[in-house]
Protein backbone atom coordinates (compact mmCIF):
# COMPACT_ATOMS: atom_id res chain seq x y z
CA UNK A 1 0.00 0.00 0.00
CA UNK A 2 0.86 3.45 0.20
CA UNK A 3 3.89 4.62 2.61
CA UNK A 4 5.70 7.33 2.99
CA UNK A 5 9.00 7.04 5.27
CA UNK A 6 10.97 10.38 7.03
CA UNK A 7 14.13 10.80 7.89
CA UNK A 8 15.39 11.59 10.34
CA UNK A 9 13.34 11.07 13.24
CA UNK A 10 15.45 13.58 15.44
CA UNK A 11 17.53 16.33 13.95
CA UNK A 12 19.11 19.15 16.39
CA UNK A 13 21.08 22.21 14.66
CA UNK A 14 22.60 25.37 16.41
CA UNK A 15 20.45 28.60 15.08
CA UNK A 16 21.54 30.13 12.09
CA UNK A 17 22.53 26.89 10.72
CA UNK A 18 20.40 24.83 7.88
CA UNK A 19 18.46 21.64 8.24
CA UNK A 20 17.12 19.12 5.69
CA UNK A 21 14.65 16.71 6.35
CA UNK A 22 13.71 13.94 3.59
CA UNK A 23 10.63 11.69 2.84
CA UNK A 24 10.62 8.88 -0.13
CA UNK A 25 6.85 7.94 -1.15
CA UNK A 26 6.00 4.25 -2.36
CA UNK A 27 2.87 5.51 -5.12
CA UNK A 28 4.28 6.75 -7.95
CA UNK A 29 0.80 8.42 -8.79
CA UNK A 30 0.99 10.94 -5.80
CA UNK A 31 1.00 14.39 -7.32
CA UNK A 32 0.85 16.39 -4.27
CA UNK A 33 3.45 16.73 -1.09
CA UNK A 34 2.89 19.12 1.43
CA UNK A 35 4.94 19.98 4.46
CA UNK A 36 3.46 20.72 7.90
CA UNK A 37 4.57 22.34 10.82
CA UNK A 38 3.15 20.93 14.12
CA UNK A 39 4.16 23.22 17.14
CA UNK A 40 3.77 21.46 21.23
CA UNK A 41 0.24 21.01 21.97
CA UNK A 42 -0.87 22.83 18.60
CA UNK A 43 -2.47 21.84 14.97
CA UNK A 44 -0.27 20.86 12.08
CA UNK A 45 -0.18 23.90 10.18
CA UNK A 46 1.24 23.83 6.32
CA UNK A 47 4.16 25.67 5.28
CA UNK A 48 4.72 24.41 2.00
CA UNK A 49 3.53 22.42 -0.60
CA UNK A 50 4.41 21.06 -3.58
CA UNK A 51 2.73 19.46 -6.67
CA UNK A 52 4.26 17.02 -9.21
CA UNK A 53 4.74 19.22 -12.01
CA UNK A 54 7.07 21.34 -10.19
CA UNK A 55 10.71 20.38 -9.01
CA UNK A 56 11.51 22.72 -6.54
CA UNK A 57 9.54 25.45 -4.72
CA UNK A 58 11.06 28.18 -2.18
CA UNK A 59 9.16 30.49 0.22
CA UNK A 60 11.75 32.76 2.14
CA UNK A 61 13.95 30.50 4.75
CA UNK A 62 11.75 27.29 3.63
CA UNK A 63 12.62 25.21 0.10
CA UNK A 64 11.05 21.85 -1.14
CA UNK A 65 12.40 19.98 -3.68
CA UNK A 66 11.23 17.01 -5.40
CA UNK A 67 12.72 14.28 -7.56
CA UNK A 68 9.66 12.07 -8.81
CA UNK A 69 12.20 9.53 -10.89
CA UNK A 70 13.78 8.78 -7.26
CA UNK A 71 10.12 9.25 -5.73
CA UNK A 72 12.20 11.85 -3.04
CA UNK A 73 11.17 15.03 -1.57
CA UNK A 74 12.81 17.21 0.48
CA UNK A 75 12.20 20.11 3.09
CA UNK A 76 15.22 22.30 3.67
CA UNK A 77 15.26 25.49 6.15
CA UNK A 78 17.89 28.24 6.35
CA UNK A 79 19.46 30.39 9.06
CA UNK A 80 16.92 28.42 11.69
CA UNK A 81 15.93 30.09 14.39
CA UNK A 82 14.52 29.24 17.92
CA UNK A 83 10.91 28.92 16.86
CA UNK A 84 11.26 26.90 14.01
CA UNK A 85 11.91 24.27 16.60
CA UNK A 86 8.69 21.72 16.61
CA UNK A 87 7.82 18.56 14.72
CA UNK A 88 7.68 18.70 10.98
CA UNK A 89 5.96 16.18 8.60
CA UNK A 90 5.43 15.05 5.14
CA UNK A 91 2.96 13.80 3.24
CA UNK A 92 2.10 12.33 0.08
CA UNK A 93 -1.39 12.70 -1.89
CA UNK A 94 -3.00 10.84 -4.74
CA UNK A 95 -5.57 13.48 -6.83
CA UNK A 96 -7.85 10.47 -7.24
CA UNK A 97 -8.19 9.62 -3.98
CA UNK A 98 -9.99 12.51 -2.99
CA UNK A 99 -8.70 14.21 0.52
CA UNK A 100 -6.36 11.55 2.01
CA UNK A 101 -2.96 12.17 3.11
CA UNK A 102 -0.39 9.43 3.80
CA UNK A 103 1.97 10.94 6.66
CA UNK A 104 5.96 10.18 6.65
CA UNK A 105 6.28 9.69 10.99
CA UNK A 106 7.81 12.94 11.65
CA UNK A 107 11.27 15.11 12.27
CA UNK A 108 11.31 16.76 15.69
CA UNK A 109 13.42 19.25 15.02
CA UNK A 110 15.46 21.67 17.66
CA UNK A 111 17.37 24.50 16.78
CA UNK A 112 19.48 25.42 19.99
CA UNK A 113 20.28 29.02 20.84
CA UNK B 1 -12.79 33.81 9.46
CA UNK B 2 -13.32 30.92 11.90
CA UNK B 3 -10.79 27.86 11.68
CA UNK B 4 -11.63 24.32 11.95
CA UNK B 5 -13.43 23.69 15.24
CA UNK B 6 -13.45 20.41 16.54
CA UNK B 7 -15.19 19.57 20.24
CA UNK B 8 -15.10 18.42 22.67
CA UNK B 9 -10.77 19.25 23.36
CA UNK B 10 -10.60 16.41 25.97
CA UNK B 11 -12.35 13.64 26.43
CA UNK B 12 -12.12 10.26 29.28
CA UNK B 13 -13.97 7.25 28.47
CA UNK B 14 -14.17 3.66 29.55
CA UNK B 15 -13.06 0.70 27.60
CA UNK B 16 -16.31 -0.82 26.21
CA UNK B 17 -17.82 2.83 25.63
CA UNK B 18 -18.88 4.65 22.75
CA UNK B 19 -17.97 7.89 21.65
CA UNK B 20 -18.81 11.12 19.16
CA UNK B 21 -16.61 13.38 18.17
CA UNK B 22 -17.36 16.64 16.38
CA UNK B 23 -15.97 18.83 13.33
CA UNK B 24 -16.92 21.66 11.84
CA UNK B 25 -14.83 22.31 8.80
CA UNK B 26 -13.95 26.34 7.74
CA UNK B 27 -16.96 28.35 6.47
CA UNK B 28 -18.00 26.84 2.59
CA UNK B 29 -15.25 24.02 3.03
CA UNK B 30 -17.47 21.18 1.96
CA UNK B 31 -14.44 18.43 2.19
CA UNK B 32 -13.28 16.87 5.74
CA UNK B 33 -10.69 14.05 6.95
CA UNK B 34 -9.86 12.82 10.33
CA UNK B 35 -6.94 11.20 11.02
CA UNK B 36 -5.76 9.61 14.51
CA UNK B 37 -2.39 10.61 15.92
CA UNK B 38 -0.39 8.91 18.36
CA UNK B 39 3.26 8.96 19.16
CA UNK B 40 3.97 5.07 18.04
CA UNK B 41 2.05 5.49 14.38
CA UNK B 42 2.27 9.20 13.96
CA UNK B 43 -0.84 10.65 11.57
CA UNK B 44 -2.93 8.11 10.48
CA UNK B 45 -6.03 8.84 7.98
CA UNK B 46 -9.21 7.36 8.48
CA UNK B 47 -11.70 8.78 6.43
CA UNK B 48 -12.71 11.46 4.28
CA UNK B 49 -16.21 12.84 3.85
CA UNK B 50 -17.38 14.96 0.98
CA UNK B 51 -20.88 16.44 0.10
CA UNK B 52 -21.84 14.19 2.74
CA UNK B 53 -20.72 10.88 0.63
CA UNK B 54 -17.71 9.25 2.54
CA UNK B 55 -14.91 8.91 -0.41
CA UNK B 56 -12.52 6.95 0.93
CA UNK B 57 -11.38 4.68 4.30
CA UNK B 58 -8.13 4.07 6.24
CA UNK B 59 -7.31 0.73 7.49
CA UNK B 60 -8.85 1.45 10.84
CA UNK B 61 -11.87 -1.24 11.99
CA UNK B 62 -15.74 -1.11 11.37
CA UNK B 63 -15.83 -0.06 15.33
CA UNK B 64 -14.78 3.86 13.97
CA UNK B 65 -16.97 5.36 11.31
CA UNK B 66 -18.55 8.61 11.12
CA UNK B 67 -20.93 10.70 8.91
CA UNK B 68 -20.99 14.35 7.33
CA UNK B 69 -24.46 16.71 7.56
CA UNK B 70 -25.55 19.01 4.55
CA UNK B 71 -23.86 21.75 5.90
CA UNK B 72 -20.45 20.08 5.95
CA UNK B 73 -20.14 19.70 9.54
CA UNK B 74 -18.71 15.92 10.35
CA UNK B 75 -18.96 13.96 13.31
CA UNK B 76 -16.83 10.48 14.15
CA UNK B 77 -18.12 7.97 16.17
CA UNK B 78 -15.61 4.87 17.72
CA UNK B 79 -17.79 2.00 19.56
CA UNK B 80 -16.48 -0.48 22.06
CA UNK B 81 -13.52 1.70 22.88
CA UNK B 82 -10.40 -0.07 23.67
CA UNK B 83 -7.21 1.39 25.49
CA UNK B 84 -5.51 1.79 22.49
CA UNK B 85 -7.86 4.37 21.06
CA UNK B 86 -6.63 6.69 23.11
CA UNK B 87 -5.26 8.90 20.66
CA UNK B 88 -5.67 12.73 19.36
CA UNK B 89 -7.75 12.99 16.95
CA UNK B 90 -7.80 15.57 14.33
CA UNK B 91 -10.19 16.76 11.45
CA UNK B 92 -8.92 18.80 8.69
CA UNK B 93 -10.93 20.55 6.20
CA UNK B 94 -10.55 21.35 2.28
CA UNK B 95 -12.61 24.11 0.02
CA UNK B 96 -13.00 21.51 -2.61
CA UNK B 97 -12.46 17.81 -2.66
CA UNK B 98 -9.25 17.72 -4.67
CA UNK B 99 -6.34 16.59 -2.92
CA UNK B 100 -3.58 19.23 -4.18
CA UNK B 101 -5.21 22.06 -2.12
CA UNK B 102 -4.37 22.73 1.30
CA UNK B 103 -5.96 20.63 4.32
CA UNK B 104 -6.33 23.12 7.47
CA UNK B 105 -6.64 21.55 10.92
CA UNK B 106 -8.52 21.86 13.60
CA UNK B 107 -7.49 21.80 17.35
CA UNK B 108 -7.86 17.73 17.42
CA UNK B 109 -9.43 16.22 20.36
CA UNK B 110 -7.44 14.16 22.86
CA UNK B 111 -9.65 10.58 24.12
CA UNK B 112 -8.11 9.20 26.88
CA UNK B 113 -9.55 5.66 27.72
CA UNK B 114 -8.91 4.00 30.96
Known amino acids: GENVEQHPSTLSVQEGDSAVIKCTYSDSASNYFPWYKQELGKRPQLIIDIRSNVGEKKDQRIAVTLNKTAKHFSLHITETQPEDSAVYFC????????????FGQGTELSVKP | KAGVTQTPRYLIKTRGQQVTLSCSPISGHRSVSWYQQTPGQGLQFLFE???????NKGNFPGRFSGRQFSNSRSEMNVSTLELGDSALYLC?????????????FGQGTRLTVV
Open chain 2, 92 to 104: ASRLTGTANTEAF
Open chain 1, 91 to 102: AASINNQGGKLI
Open chain 2, 49 to 55: YFSETQR
